[in-house]
Every structure is written in structure tokens, then in C-alpha cells.
């Protein structure tokens, strides 16, 4: 245990549960070390001979992802087993829960049905080809106004953003792109932003809600304050900003893949990132 240093991985051989763990300081008295299963934990190095682990056995995401010591605090890390006894206190029956699909999935779900049909790629391409530029906004404002993602503060600002003719074209190609582009999903990503800056759309609901609501296997739709809160709670190292930018939704979906492991293997069996998302979000509220 003595040679043991900062970002060494380590378990605890009479604590299992405690899973690996990384050392987050060592000084020559003591070890302070965040296991993924416990949280912080200050340990002294004349009592306990810790197992230093290497390869596949030290390899865990979260402590690929972890957020600096300086955060972490050890009463506030909520472990995926705590969350999921949280999550299924107030849904018993979990995803399955009809209180959950009611709060949390009618509405997402008619979005996706009128988002596929009204904003499918040839129905922008042949509104496109003719022109139609404010037809294609009055129905993305249809299918925001039925997820219901937006508050309504700011869907006066994304419905106001798109009043000008002007707009209406930049953003109706922006779209298209967004959703049914060839280029990467950072590219993608990065070309929408552009033209969300120019509208004064720069926020980070507006940059990922259709997205979210075109693909819900894939995408995340961020709600700022809940999602550094949740991730805070998670101790995942998210790069927030607050304009929006590909490392944080990248480190963002990073995330919402590792929740979604360990839900599976926790026999919970989400749908899609909807279901993920809120299970995400149920983390920050006690």
C-alpha cells in the first residue's frame, strides 16, 4: 500500500461492494480514494493494505470520467444502486410505472410520431425544393409545442426567432442538415450551433431538442441546472458550459451510455435516452 500514488486503481479486499477505486491524494500517512460503489473515502495506510488493480480489473467508466477531487463530495455521490431505489420508490413498477409514462413519455412520444411524419428527410427535402420555408417552422414549432420540452418563456423566444423570412430559411436548412446531414454528429452539431448564434437561439434546450425528439435511441436533450445537478450527484465529469458546444454533449452522452449499462445491469430496462434521461434527472431530487 505504501507505493501506492495518485491515479492508482485500488480495492479494498475486505470491501467488496466497494468496487475499484482511484486515489485521488496520497500523502505519506494516509490515501484519500474514490471507489465507485462507496464514494470518497480517507484511509490510513497503517491500517489496511489496499490491492493495487491493473489492465481490464482497473478499467470502470465513471472513474474515466470523474470530476476533479475538488468536487467531490462524499454525502451528496449517489451510487447507481442508490438512485435506482430512489428512481423505483417513486415508480414501482420502474419504466413500466403508468405514472412515469405518463409524466414522463406521452408527450416525447407524440413529438417523435409528428416529428417522423412532418419533419421526415423527404418531406424537408420537397418543402425545401419549393421553397417552403415557413410551412417547415410552423411544424417544428408543432412538434416542440407537442413534446413539450420547451418552458413557455422559451418557446416565445424560439417561436419569435423565427418570424423573419430570412430566418425561416436559415434555419429550415439548418435543420435539415442537423437531422439528415452526411457529416458527422460533431460536425453536424457545430453547423447547427452556427445558426442558432446568428438567431439568438444559442441555448442549450433549443440546440438539442429535435435531435432528441427525431432520435430518442441516440440523442439527449440538456436541461442545464438538472443535468449539472444530476451529474454532480454522479460525480461525472460532464465540461459544462453554459453556451453549447460538442465536449460537453459529447461528455453528456458519455453519461447517459454508462447510466444505461448499469441499469441493464441492474435489471432495469429503459426504452431509449427518454427513459434514461429521466432516471438521470430523478438523481438530484430527494
Not at 461492494?17 to 486515489?23: E, N, Q, T
Not at 496520497?26 to 489496511?48: E, Q, Y
Not at 434555419?171 to 446568428?198: M, Q
Request: charged share 25%; aromatic share 10%; glycine share 4%.
Amino acid at each position: 500500500m505504501n507505493h501506492l500514488t495518485s491515479g492508482d486503481r485500488v480495492r479494498h479486499p475486505n470491501q467488496e461492494a466497494w468496487g475499484v477505486g482511484k486515489v485521488l491524494c496520497a500523502t505519506p500517512d494516509s490515501l484519500d480514494i474514490f471507489f465507485v460503489g462507496a464514494g470518497r473515502k480517507k484511509l490510513s495506510r497503517s491500517v489496511i493494505t489496499l490491492e493495487k488493480t491493473e489492465g481490464a480489473a482497473s478499467k470502470h467508466r465513471l472513474l474515466d470520467n470523474l470530476i476533479d477531487a475538488a468536487e467531490i463530495v462524499s454525502d451528496e455521490f449517489v451510487t447507481i444502486p442508490m438512485a435506482v431505489e430512489r428512481f423505483t420508490g417513486n415508480y414501482p413498477d420502474g419504466f413500466d410505472d403508468a405514472n412515469f409514462i405518463k409524466a414522463t413519455r406521452e408527450a416525447i412520444a407524440q413529438g417523435h410520431k409528428f416529428c417522423c411524419q412532418l419533419l421526415s428527410q423527404e418531406e424537408l427535402t420537397r418543402l425545401i425544393e419549393s421553397a417552403s420555408f415557413e410551412a417547415i417552422c410552423d411544424r417544428a414549432r408543432h412538434v416542440e409545442a407537442t413534446a413539450n420540452l420547451l418552458t413557455k418563456s422559451e418557446r416565445k423566444v424560439f417561436h419569435d426567432a423565427l418570424e423573419l423570412a430570412a430566418c425561416q430559411k436559415m434555419f429550415s436548412l439548418s435543420l435539415a442538415e442537423h437531422l439528415y446531414g452526411s457529416g458527422t454528429d460533431e460536425a453536424r452539431f457545430k453547423h447547427l450551433l452556427r445558426t442558432l448564434g446568428i438567431l439568438g437561439l444559442n441555448k442549450w434546450p433549443f440546440a438539442t431538442m429535435f435531435n432528441f425528439i427525431r432520435y430518442p435511441q441516440q440523442h439527449a436533450f440538456v436541461k442545464p441546472t438538472i443535468l449539472q445537478k444530476s451529474a454532480r450527484a454522479l460525480c461525472w465529469r460532464i465540461n459544462y458550459k453554459a453556451d453549447p458546444n460538442w465536449k460537453t454533449y459529447d461528455a453528456v452522452l458519455r453519461l447517459y451510455t454508462y447510466v444505461r449499462t448499469s441499469l441493464l445491469e441492474e435489471g432495469m430496462m429503459p426504452r431509449d435516452q427518454n427513459d434514461v434521461q429521466s432516471f438521470i434527472w430523478s438523481v438530484s431530487q430527494k
